[in-house]
């Protein structure tokens, strides 16, 4: 059987392909294909670089034990989306780039952690807390483990499910990646509890306050999206044309 390290590297490899052949799959939205190609590439690189530095950070401000160098094991995803959403949306603010690009990156995503959570199984890391359950794993330590990165592809696997289904049937469209994202965050907010993470502060890990703003902030962003669309389609005020009552 192949190092756990070897089948680490090979899943994350494996993920980046099914990223880009779904993507490369689904019908493109209209409003990003008719961006310059220019803008696309710079919001794509964007993505990529304020992800990796996102899933690094962690490591490198001292939340989780391990070395300084960039190229070194040790990822986060939830601080990983958080840097790529946050590198986008500042990118497009700079570029002036107002239409919604999130919705061909959704069902992607989903699909591409979906696989690549199990490099982190066959890794060994990324474990859950001791459990007395049938399918606890022994991850060499000699204890009976949550299979969190089971638990976590298998979340990925029904949002994609889901994110399919919502795209099929053409329903919220602009908002399908923050549909995502915001469940993605509940999930990890309420996973967390099985992870031996330390408490930050109030009784949560670092990793749940991250959960929070990630899932607050894309909350807040919708419903200020949707009020702007509901006003714009609201019919403009126009003039009464009624003769006034003159005054006696």
Not at 152 to 168: N, P, R
Not at 179 to 186: E, G, H, S, T, W
Request: charged share 15%; net charge positive.
């Amino acid at each position: 059987m192949p190092s756990p390290r070897l089948l680490y590297a090979g899943f994350m490899l494996l993920a980046a392909v099914v990223f880009v052949v779904v993507r490369r799959l689904l019908p493109p939205v209209p409003a990003v294909a008719s961006l310059p190609l220019a803008h696309r590439f710079c919001l794509a690189a964007a993505g990529f670089v304020g992800g990796v530095f996102g899933a690094r950070l962690p490591f490198l401000v001292g939340v989780e034990a391990g070395s300084v160098n960039w190229l070194a094991d040790g990822k986060t995803i939830t601080t990983g989306l958080i840097g790529a959403y946050l590198a986008v949306e500042g990118v497009k603010l700079l570029l002036g780039v107002w239409v919604k690009t999130g919705d061909s990156f959704a069902l992607p995503l989903a699909a591409a952690v979906a696989v690549g959570r199990w490099g982190c199984f066959f890794n060994g890391c990324c474990a859950g807390t001791e459990t007395a359950l049938p399918w606890g794993v022994d991850f060499g330590d000699g204890v009976r483990r949550h299979p969190t990165q089971i638990y976590e592809s298998l979340f990925h696997l029904g949002m994609a499910i889901v994110v399919g289904s919502v795209t099929a049937r053409r329903l919220i469209p602009d908002h399908r990646l923050q549909l995502y994202l915001i469940a993605y965050a509940v999930y990890r907010f309420a996973t967390e509890f099985i992870r031996p993470e330390p408490v930050a502060a109030w009784g949560l890990t670092f990793y749940q306050w991250a959960a929070a703003v990630l899932g607050l902030g894309l909350a807040a962003q919708w419903f200020f999206e949707w009020r702007r669309e509901r006003r714009s389609k609201m019919p403009p005020c126009r003039p009464s044309t009624s003769t006034p009552t003159p005054a006696r």
